[in-house]
């Protein structure tokens, strides 16, 4: 005979009484809401029933016991009929209202990040967000989650995490993301907190930036021998991301025998974005035949805060003041784009943005008509 699943009788929410199932030979558990209505004040959880100075006492026990009674029976006719115990068959047969509303918030968000396909990059920053929750609450389970709990975290982040405005907005968009998968997977929460509480917008500022100038101080230093080793393989993988607008996770992933095709017109480098699965196509000129000679044939695994922790070095060893990070290549290509006149429509292709205003900020930036127009004062 297999083991059947343990029922107990539990104070959810702190006022309704439920039936604990849990599924054998795990820790895995599922709740069905009686809808008995009592305070923890009435509530005997030593001997899992209402205490005896409720007035319902009696009716509410009673109705418990033919529960429980009830959920044994059924357990006991599935496993006669050889009726495997696990979780989806559970759920059907209790007809279950919860999950476990003490289950740990920060466990899930786990679970749920190892169980997606994302990007090491964002499967990285992810697991940043948890562990960034821990640090203010080691235990946080569902229930703690209510408006009153996103107000303390956010103070907890702007004062003494410092964070500014759009790190508190992306933090919350992590746990508004996976607020919403608990629904989704069978309703872990009913309604999620952040219906009620605002979460601020995100303000795009002005992108950081390298000059004209300042690339070419970059490209003389990579190409140059100031720099050896990793040091001279991240260089000129940044000075990929320069010269073709690459995000950082295409530009390490850059494999020439796969992406590199050549036509009457001449090489070009084409591939589809790691991010929004749109395809860049990227015509070789001087700078990235230079560049693309170099690596096709030495492929980098390093993770984006190792590259820019390089890149540090790199810039220092260039004389440039500015503290890049790989993205700044990407904002630079952007700002040469606008810099040249190229339009927006054929700036936002090379870059593979889906939406239109994501490469509008560079040309607020580097706008050569209004540059024009300002002469007129001379």
Known sequence: MAKLPSIKPVLINKSSVALKVTVPGTTTRRFKNLDIKVTADFWDAKNSIVKRKHPNANAFNTEIIKAV???????????????????????????????????????????????????????????????????????????????????????YMRTTLNNGPNTVWKSFKFMNTMLNRAMKVGGLIKVNP??????????????????????????????GDDLSGRNKLVGYYTLLSYYTGLRFGDAVNFKYAEQVIED????????????????????????????????????????????????????????????????????????????????????????????????????????TSLDEEMKKWE
């Open 194 to 223: 952040f219906s009620s509480y605002n979460r601020g917008n995100y303000k795009q500022g002005i992108p950081l930036y390298l000059e004209w100038s300042e690339v070419q101080k970059l490209h003389n230093t990579v190409t």
């Open 264 to 367: 009457k017109s001449g090489k070009r480098i084409i591939l589809y974005a790691t991010k929004n699965g749109e395809i860049v196509s990227i015509k070789f000129n001087s700078y990235i035949e230079e560049v693309v000679e170099y690596i096709k044939d030495k492929p980098i695994t390093i993770t984006n805060q190792e590259f820019n922790d390089i890149l540090k070095i790199v810039g220092a060893a260039a004389g440039l003041k500015k503290s890049i990070s790989s993205h700044t290549a990407r904002h630079s290509f952007a700002m040469r784009c606008a810099e040249l006149g190229i339009s927006i429509e054929r700036t936002q292709k090379l870059m593979g943005h889906i939406q239109r205003q994501s490469t509008e900020i560079y040309y607020r930036v580097k706008n």
């Open 69 to 155: 009674t009830e959920m044994e029976q059924a357990f006991e006719s599935d496993n006669r009929a050889g009726i495997i115990f696990t979780v989806a068959h559970i759920e059907k047969r209790i007809h279950f209202d919860y999950f476990d509303p003490t289950a740990d918030f920060c466990a899930f968000c786990n679970e749920q990040i190892g169980l997606s396909d994302y990007k090491h990059d964002t499967r990285r920053s992810y697991y940043s967000e948890v562990s960034k929750m821990q640090q203010f609450q080691s235990i946080i389970s569902f229930h703690d989650i209510n408006y009153s709990w996103l107000q303390r975290y956010e103070n």
